[in-house]
């Protein structure tokens, strides 16, 4: 607690160090975060995809990807692509940008994430930068039932 009878001086010298404080605290806060740019947004992803569906066949084989854009998959949807032991889960927000009109991630010939906006690319195999962006793509976990062939997509 601060005791307002300090003399002067002091006050004058606690006062600035607080100011300093508060506004580095908030200068840090609009930073970027370590795997985004600190204004992508922040979705609550909950999605089940049943893969037996034909819509959802592309997934049975590896190499196999999808957009998906139903309910609770993100502001812009997510893109699922099927790997040797699993599936990558990405949003199709650009990681490295705020998101415009133009920045919706694309799949390109099957192997590279493409922003339309700068041209940035990632591997759509791994999620790691191919050019431009530092950053990778933002994945999300999942639960694969093989008895039942369902994916659960969540954050």
């Not at 985004?36 to 893969?51: E, G, K």
């Not at 819509?55 to 854009?69: A, R």
């Amino acid at each position: 607690m601060i005791n307002f009878n300090m003399k002067p001086s002091l006050l004058k010298i606690i006062i600035p160090i607080l100011l300093a404080f508060s506004a580095l605290k908030t200068l840090n806060s609009c930073s970027n975060r370590e795997e985004t740019t600190s204004c992508f947004p922040n979705q609550f992803i909950s999605v089940q995809l049943n893969l037996s569906l034909p819509s959802y066949y592309p997934l049975n084989n590896i190499g196999g990807w999808i957009y998906v854009s139903e309910q609770q998959s993100g502001n812009r949807g997510l893109i699922v692509y099927r790997t040797n032991d699993g599936f990558k889960i990405y949003d199709r927000n650009a990681p490295h940008i705020c998101p415009s009109a133009d920045t919706t991630l694309e799949v390109e010939n099957g192997s590279l994430v493409i922003c339309k906006k700068d041209n940035a690319k990632w591997f759509l195999n791994s999620g790691a930068p191919a050019s431009v962006s530092p950053y990778p793509l933002k994945q999300y976990f999942y639960n694969y039932n093989s008895s039942t062939n369902i994916l659960n997509i969540y954050n």
